[in-house]
């Protein structure tokens, strides 16, 4: 897969955070999505900058019940190198309380 990308939908699976303590699910979450970001884009993992809206659809169900999969759009800045990770797709709950 080309490593000069400059943006790109993921559809990122979680799920392998479950296999540890419940106690630090959601922070291993957010450490494999800039892992998988960074794979993904040829980059290190200190120049993906997620944002805010991940953090907190990631850290929504508490720190021991992460989503399975998460769906984001990654763009690359090409003059600093840096990648952004944006949120697509929300769960339908949390679509309805955003909109109620």
Request: proline share 5%.
């Amino acid at each position: 897969m080309p490593k000069d990308k400059k943006e790109a939908i993921y559809t990122i699976p979680l799920s392998r955070v479950y296999w540890g303590r419940r106690t630090n699910r959601a922070a291993r979450a957010i450490k494999l999505v800039r892992k998988f970001i960074a794979r993904h884009f040829g980059v290190k993992e200190e120049d993906v900058i997620i944002h805010n809206n991940v953090n907190e659809y990631i850290w929504s169900r508490s720190i021991e019940k992460p989503p399975r999969r998460v769906t984001v759009k990654a763009v690359k800045d090409p003059e600093t190198g840096k990648v952004k990770v944006m949120l697509i797709r929300e769960s339908k709950i949390q679509q309805g309380q955003a909109t109620s």
